[in-house]
């Protein structure tokens, strides 16, 4: 018999259909019904899986947001050959894929609509560049930036991001012709979780984290700075959902950097400052104003 497991609303693992399960939503009902019910009703993620092949069930309508982050947590830990998903809308249906990061993308395309709930937890507030002190290691950065002419070099970024900068750093590629973000390198320095997601995912899209609402919001910002090739630096207070963990304020100054990488790609350097002294949602309406983005 393969066993099932739920994802609930704070990220929590319980094995489907249980006792214990039932003990807690004080529930008459157990077994494969509590399962159907906890899925259909509560926004719990359902997964069963054998060596080859994994199943998956949800209702993209009513997912509960943490439940979905934690079934992509689950997902970077298996590379399955087969993945059977079972979407309930009015009624089920079921698609068979053969590749993890092509059904993190598919699960993602049907819950995109519904980030728009997420407005107002990512906060940015644009500081002029020439602000920055001589001694801030993200002026170091724009320098390094501004004497390679926007191209790329590794070698000679790498140590100061790792040393002045604590290794807090994303870089990000885009090959030309194409859309997509993808991650390329991370630094060690990455607060958990965020650090613990990011080291699985080199050669993923910057948008497929657990939080997607706040990867796609990352990409957006990306995006922008690639379009405009120039450099942006921001204050940053994003509220950040983590599987099993407390919703998370982040806050930060954030430095992005344009760079053209090898051959027909382009680069967004990202890296940051920890500051907790920044608190975007405390500011009075007309102080914020409209220099204040909220994105999904």
């Known amino acids: 018999m393969i066993e099932c497991q739920l994802f609930d609303d704070r990220g929590q693992t319980w094995e489907g259909g249980s006792l214990r399960l039932a003990d807690a939503l004080e529930s008459s009902i157990a077994g494969d019904e509590l399962t159907n019910y906890a899925v259909r009703n509560l926004g719990y993620v359902a997964v ?77 507030v644009p500081r002029p560049l020439h602000l920055l002190s001589g001694s801030s290691p993200l002026r170091a950065m724009l320098s390094i930036w501004s004497d390679s002419g926007g191209k790329y070099d590794r070698e000679r970024l790498h140590p100061l991001l790792e040393k002045a900068l604590d290794g807090r750093f994303v870089v990000a590629e885009a090959k030309e012709g194409r859309s997509e973000l993808v991650i390329k390198d991370i630094g060690s320095g990455l607060r958990k979780p965020a650090q613990h997601w990011l080291s699985r995912s080199i050669g993923l899209r910057v948008e497929d984290q657990p939080d997607y609402a706040y990867g796609k919001w990352v990409a957006g910002s990306y995006r922008d700075v690639l379009r405009k090739r120039e450099p942006d630096l921001g204050d940053v207070d994003a509220v950040i959902a983590f599987p099993q963990a407390a919703r998370q304020s982040f ?9 053209v990488g090898d051959g027909t790609s382009n680069i967004v350097l990202c890296t940051s400052l920890v500051d907790p002294d920044i608190n975007l949602r405390v500011k009075p309406r007309h102080e914020v104003g409209n220099a204040a983005k909220k994105l999904a």
């Open 48 to 124: 069963s899986e054998t060596e080859t092949m994994a199943r998956i069930r949800m209702r993209p309508s009513i997912v509960s947001p943490v439940a979905f982050s934690a079934l992509l947590y689950w997902l970077h830990d298996r590379p399955k050959d087969r993945f059977v998903i079972s979407f309930l809308e009015s009624e089920w249906s079921h698609e068979v894929l053969g590749g993890r990061d092509d059904v993190i993308r598919r699960l993602l395309q049907r819950i995109e609509a519904r980030s728009n709930e997420r407005e107002g937890d990512f906060l940015q």
């Open 251 to 259: 806050r930060y100054r954030r430095l992005l950097l344009p760079f």
